[in-house]
């Protein structure tokens, strides 16, 4: 069984920093894809950051803004989010998939709100 489980959102002011944590139930593997999605109210669920295999895919909205790492002795992956704007306001998601079956796995979600 497999479970994902975030921390680290909040409420934070624009140009603020929050860093969000993912911590896997299992062993994971440096081939395995995990990361971040997110969603706002009223859209679709979208890329932030995913990492395999030493690649890392950045959505355009949080290059340079947004930094993924992971430590898969840990079994965790983090989301370090800097420069905060009011867009990145959402549900964040950890994001793992299975290199043996391909299966998906998702968190449930921590709420990261940008506001003054």
């Known amino acids: 069984q497999v479970q994902l489980v975030e921390s680290g959102g909040g409420l934070v002011q624009p140009g603020g920093s929050l860093r969000l944590s993912c911590a896997a139930s299992?062993?994971?593997?440096?081939?395995?894809?995990m990361g971040w999605y997110r969603q706002a109210p009223g859209k679709q669920r979208e890329l932030v950051a995913v990492s395999s295999g030493g690649g890392i895919n950045y959505a355009d909205s949080v290059k340079g803004r947004f930094t993924i790492s992971r430590d898969n002795a840990k079994q965790m992956v983090y989301l370090q989010a800097n420069s905060l704007k009011p867009e990145d306001t959402a549900v964040y998601y950890c994001y793992l998939r299975r290199i043996l079956t391909s299966v998906e796995y998702w968190g449930q979600g921590t709420q990261v709100t940008v506001s003054s």
């Open positions: 299992v062993t994971i593997f440096s081939l395995e894809t």
